[in-house]
Every structure is written in structure tokens, then in C-alpha cells.
């Protein structure tokens, strides 16, 4: 497969997977099989989409880039029923693509540029989500799958891990990619809970308190979350004031949402 007649362009974070054994080894975890909704994000040339849409013969595409899509749609013509909605996937409503909790199947190399925005704005359909499969900077993979200790471990391991199980799968390096990027990449899986561990019974306020402590990440959250818990309620909460955004797990976060809460 040559690209010489399309230039990748940078703005739209496109980094063409062309290494062929990456490529089986990605279809092969996401697994896909007849009939399954699959949504892929920023398709691109098709690197994937040509591997996955023979197999589930009907699927759908999200790609901002109005200049790739009669290549795509050149690609994958007589290999299934291919929708492709141009948009944009930060802004794009996944709620109108199905009314059925554990549906969707989510997959892409993403535009690295975009991707802890997207990753955040995605969370918010889990519950209509059967699972996620996504190329991402090894980076941002890392965070999401920290634990309290880690040093990557931050807010956006907590929210993802709120509503996911996340599974590190394996790393890419640049060269599967034409341009080759400047980092290393990883596969992620993503599951979204059925049942949700520990719920927060206001997960605006959740996800306020994540965000504050770690806006402040070197305070004791005696300090750093302040504006939402008083000296006096400390004595209430399974955390000590004296400890550090990054030591509390999801649950301890779930905990003090619902104490205050109470
Ligand atoms: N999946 C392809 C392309 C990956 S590059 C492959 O592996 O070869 C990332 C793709 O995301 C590009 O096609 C780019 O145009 C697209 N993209 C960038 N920003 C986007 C956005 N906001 N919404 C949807 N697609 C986007």
C-alpha cells in the first residue's frame, strides 16, 4: 500500500499504520465478529477498516478529514457497508448511533493530538459502550492504567478507571507508522463496567474533587481540597488530610464524594 498521492497532514495528528504484522496483531485483540457495532475513529486510509469491515460487513466510521474519504471509501468498496460520518469525533454525539447499554464497539488509531480530551469526552457514553480498542502515545496508555504510587498516576486514571477496566495490550514503535511519530505508541483495551464498583452518587462532584486535588497534586489535600471539605469532616473520611492526591485510589475518591454527599 503506497500513500504518495496523499500527504499526511499534522494538523489532523495523521500517522498512517502501515507495518502489516502490527496490523493483524491489532485486529486479532479486537476480535471483531458478524454483526458487532463497531465505530472506528479517524480511519484515515483505511489501514484498519480494510481488515475489520470484511469481517462485520456493516460499520461505521468517524473522520474529521473530509480529504481521505474518497480514498477510504475506494478501499473498502465491495468489502461491507461502510458509514462514514464526517465529523468531528471530540464533538460527536455517540448516543445517536444506538439506544442499547453495552453496545458499541470503539476502535482507532486516534489522532494523538486529541486523545486525552477525546478519551474524556468518550467516558461519558460508558454505559452504551461494550468495550474500547484504541492506539494511543504509550504515554497517555500509561496514565490511564496507573495505580495510586505510579508516577503517571493522575486524574485521568482515576476517571477512566471510574467507569473502565483498562488493559495495557502491547507497544508500537514509530516505525509501524508512516510518518513515524515521535513517541511510542500502545494498544489499550477499555471495558466499561457494567455495574460500576464503587458509584459515586454525584459524579459532577466526583469529578470536580479529582480534579481539584490534582490541580494541586504536590498539596496535602487538607489544603488542596479545601473548598469542598471542612477541618471538621475530616475525622469522617477513611483518608487522612495529611496525605497526597496522588496516594488515594478511585474508591477513597468515591468514598469522600459520598460522604459529602450524605
Ligand atoms: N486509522 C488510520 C489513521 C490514523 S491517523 C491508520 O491507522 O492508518 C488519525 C486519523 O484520525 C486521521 O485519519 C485523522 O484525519 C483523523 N482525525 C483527526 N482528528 C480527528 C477528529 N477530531 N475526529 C475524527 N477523526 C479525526
Known sequence: MTHSYFIPRKR?????????????????????????????????????????????????????????????????????????????????????????????????????????????????????????????????????????????????SIMVQYYCQVHYLFTVKPGAFKPPPKVDSAIVALLPYGELPYKAHDEILFADIVREAFNHRRKVLRNSLRPFIDNDLWPKLSVSPEQRAEELSVQDYVNITNTLRA
Open 12 to 156: 489532523f495528528g495523521q500517522h498512517f499504520l502501515h507495518d502489516p504484522n502490527v496490523i493483524r496483531h491489532i485486529v486479532d485483540v479486537i476480535a471483531p465478529a458478524k454483526n458487532q457495532h463497531i465505530v472506528e475513529i479517524g480511519p484515515g486510509l483505511g489501514a484498519l477498516t480494510k481488515h475489520v469491515l470484511p469481517i462485520v460487513q456493516c460499520l461505521e466510521a468517524i473522520e474529521l478529514d473530509r480529504d481521505v474519504i474518497p480514498e477510504l471509501q475506494t478501499a473498502c468498496k465491495d468489502l461491507g457497508k461502510l458509514t462514514i460520518h464526517q465529523a468531528d469525533a471530540l464533538r460527536f454525539d455517540f448516543a445517536q448511533l444506538t439506544k442499547k447499554k453495552a453496545d458499541l464497539r470503539l476502535i482507532g488509531n486516534l489522532p494523538y493530538n486529541i486523545s486525552t480530551p477525546l478519551i474524556f469526552h468518550l467516558i461519558k457514553y460508558a454505559a452504551l459502550i461494550k468495550d474500547m480498542h484504541f492506539m494511543l502515545q504509550k504515554e497517555v496508555v500509561e496514565r490511564m492504567a496507573a495505580e495510586p504510587g505510579d508516577d503517571a498516576y493522575g486524574r485521568l
